[in-house]
């Protein structure tokens, strides 16, 4: 077919494949959400809303790429890790992060009502993204200790700010001032003795942040195994995470993973019953009580 003479300009387009053999990490994270917080309202130092919304957005994304072994999320950012010997878009680096991106931007517009109920999306969130690949097992795990680490920095700081503020009466500029310097031991002694706080027992979602992995795990109803996306509050620094997980670094078939009946996380039932969205109504009834 003839070309048009328009068609030179296409060789002024550059592809970046990324390096075979290393773990790949797309991160996005939300632009200006000190101020798309604040316009929401958002609960400080922790609004289960938010943290909800963005697990929800994350897991949509590991259900559509099976490749992505692991996603960590914490504040408005996530990370999410591609197996090292992925062919996925021949490794194109742009289609990579761009997809990804936009298909946990769309799906955390998509299903902010289901989260924020009535509280109305004010205006159209942006993420930014980017691509990092690390060479080796160890790298990749310092990476997200990085990101687990700074979790716990972050919210150790805020939830002793926002005490400070909400039941100290001090004002934000005061409260900083307070916190200019303290070490965390610092931080745990105001929370306990200023505001009977014991950190340790703040909930595992706001210190650890949360960890997203696909699993084999036994049908509430049905008598067989399904995979979903499940989500952890862990610590992943230790070891004994990467022992008990251990088919992430290997790239093996999924583990098992058990839920007492009651504690199955609604992001996790919310994949169950869209699974069974063509069974029959009266199966529909089980899971309704099983959602109930
Ligand atoms: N109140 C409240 N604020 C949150 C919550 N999660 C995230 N944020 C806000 O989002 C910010 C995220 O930090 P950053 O990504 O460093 O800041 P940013 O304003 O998004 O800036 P850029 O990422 O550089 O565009 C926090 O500093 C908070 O202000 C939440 O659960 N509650
Ligand atoms: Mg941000």
């Known amino acids: 077919m003839a070309k048009s003479k328009f068609e030179y300009v296409r060789s002024f387009e550059s592809e970046e494949y990324?390096?075979?053999?290393?773990?790949?990490v797309?991160?996005?994270?939300g632009k200006s959400f000190h101020k798309f917080s604040k316009k929401h309202d958002f609960d400080k130092p922790n609004d289960p809303r938010a943290l909800g919304l963005m697990n929800k957005a994350a897991s949509i994304v590991l259900e559509e790429y099976k490749d992505i072994l692991i996603a960590y999320g914490q504040s408005d950012e996530y990370s999410f890790v591609l197996r090292k010997?992925?062919?996925?878009?021949?490794?194109?680096?742009?289609?990579?992060?761009?997809?990804?991106?936009s298909l946990f931007s769309s799906s955390y517009v998509y299903y902010w009502r289901d989260y924020f109920?009535?509280?109305k999306?004010?205006?159209?969130?942006?993420?930014?993204?980017r691509v990092v690949l690390y060479p080796t097992d160890q790298n990749l795990r310092d990476y997200l200790s990085w990101r687990q680490a700074d979790?716990?920095?972050?919210?150790?700081?805020?939830?002793?700010?926002?005490?400070?503020?909400?039941k100290g009466g001090?004002?934000?500029?005061?409260?900083?001032?307070?916190?200019?310097?303290?070490?965390?031991?610092?931080?745990?002694?105001?929370l306990f003795k200023e505001f009977d706080t014991n950190y340790n027992n703040e909930p595992f979602?706001?210190?650890?942040?949360?960890?997203?992995l696909r699993k084999k795990i036994k049908h509430p109803i049905k008598d067989k195994n399904r995979l979903v996306v499940i989500p952890l509050h862990k610590d992943l620094i230790q070891d004994d995470f990467w022992t008990r997980n251990s088919e992430i670094l290997d790239i093996k078939a999924c583990g098992f993973y058990e839920f007492k009946f009651s504690d199955i996380p609604e992001l996790v039932l919310s994949q169950l019953h869209h699974l069974n969205i063509k069974d029959s109504a009266e199966n529909d009834s089980d899971y309704k009580r099983v959602l109930n």
């Open 18 to 24: 990324l390096l075979p053999n290393c773990w790949i």
């Open 26 to 29: 797309v991160r996005i994270d």
């Open 85 to 101: 010997d992925t062919q996925l878009y021949n490794r194109r680096k742009n289609k990579l992060m761009t997809y990804i991106n």
């Open 117 to 119: 109920k009535d509280v």
């Open 121 to 129: 999306l004010k205006y159209p969130p942006s993420f930014d993204s």
């Open 151 to 166: 979790c716990h920095i972050n919210n150790l700081y805020n939830t002793t700010f926002w005490a400070l503020v909400l």
């Open 170 to 190: 001090l004002t934000t500029q005061e409260a900083e001032q307070r916190l200019c310097g303290t070490l965390s031991s610092d931080k745990n002694e105001i």
């Open 205 to 212: 979602i706001y210190k650890k942040g949360t960890i997203l």
